[in-house]
């Protein structure tokens, strides 16, 4: 009687078991699949996000077209320094931990001059708000600050500012006579941010040539 039971026992175990491998070998499909939907959804949603992050908000280009009419810097480098820096100014607050101003991302000690007395370190400086913005001091400490608009305000946290500055920068680095890579990387000693400013600066010049041929061809 014992040896019967046992018997049965293993039998009913062994039944349990394959039942168990027979489901699991049904579900695992319908489980891949699922997690595949979920994946491919958020991928889907990663990307539509970063496609909107690319476009150019259409009130900045004459802005940076004007900038690279004074300065020699092609609007696209501009238009894609914007991006990378504050996504076309939609980061909030436009202020890094290191001290960085505005839409540009502009160090104090950048846009007033290096040589001011208070400029050290990182570039954050202890500039009085009365220098920061005045042109007049700006020029004398060879900063890269720009009154772009003829408010006689050299403003970081203005847009107009802010691209001219950064053209200017950009073009006495080098970028106005053709060597962008290194200008690039003048603006942040990164290379991982040279090839982000150039992903985009290369993918702004393809879209914009591609649209004028094909108004051209339209016509």
């Not at 991928?43 to 476009?55: A, P, V």
């Not at 991982?192 to 992903?199: G, M, R, S, T």
């Amino acid at each position: 009687m014992k040896k019967t039971s046992k018997k049965k026992h293993i039998k009913t175990n062994k039944q349990t078991t394959r039942s168990r491998i027979v489901l699991l070998m049904l579900f695992f499909p319908v489980l891949v699949l699922i997690f595949i939907g979920i994946y491919s959804n958020e991928k889907r949603d990663i990307q539509m996000d970063n496609s909107n992050k690319t476009l150019i908000p259409e009130e900045f280009i004459p802005i940076y077209k004007a900038a690279e009419k004074e300065y020699g810097v092609p609007w696209y480098l501009l238009a894609a320094h914007h991006r990378v820096e504050t996504i076309f100014s939609t980061m909030d607050p436009m202020l890094s931990p290191a001290g960085a101003e505005g839409p540009m991302q502009f160090m104090p000690c950048t846009f007033v001059g290096w040589s001011h007395p208070t400029c050290e370190g990182l570039g954050e400086g202890k500039i009085p708000d009365s220098e920061k913005m005045d042109p007049a001091v700006i020029k004398k400490y060879n900063g890269y600050g720009v009154d772009a608009n003829g408010d006689g305000i050299a403003d970081p946290w203005d847009i107009e500012d802010a691209i001219f500055s950064a053209a200017n920068y950009l073009a006495k680095n080098g970028a106005a006579e053709g060597e962008i890579r290194k200008a690039v990387f003048a603006y942040n000693h990164s290379d991982q941010y040279v090839e982000d400013v150039l992903y985009f600066a290369d993918l702004y010049k393809r879209e914009f040539y591609s649209k004028a041929s094909n108004l051209s061809s339209s016509k």
